[in-house]
């Protein structure tokens, strides 16, 4: 990634529009919650460490069993552990990633786990999941 960055300034200098511009921001605030939490970390802290335990227990006790659920869960749980570890031992978050076509916030590599694996969960959920139950009905 550092040997990216002088090929990125220089494309952005020459005009040539960029799709993804490395930006090293550290960060307290919870973007789509609506606040900033930077005054608060421990409770972002204490949040994320519960809701990874939960979700660990989900995967340990073989809750949901479909590769799908499994792998959404399991990317969920590395992106929240990921980030709790930088809050935890920085008290911070870094984000490093910033797309350049349209304004979206800065963002790591746990923060793509956790949103790809919240969509996989969704589509688990919304389209798999009730055929399941369906199928063990009959």
Known sequence: LAAAVPAL?????????????TAAVLSGVVCFSGGNMSDFPWVLTALSAVL???IAAVLIKRVFRHPLAVWSLTA????AVGNLIDRAFLGY???????????????NVADIFITA??????????FIYKGNEQKEKK
């Open 52 to 54: 990874s335990i939960a």
């Open 117 to 126: 694996g919240g969509v996989g969960i969704v589509v688990y959920l919304l």
């Open 76 to 79: 969920v749980l590395g992106g």
């Open 9 to 21: 300034t220089a494309c952005k200098k020459a005009g040539v529009p960029l799709v993804l511009a």
């Open 93 to 107: 978050v870094v984000d490093m990633f910033q797309l350049d076509f349209f304004r979206f916030p800065v963002f």
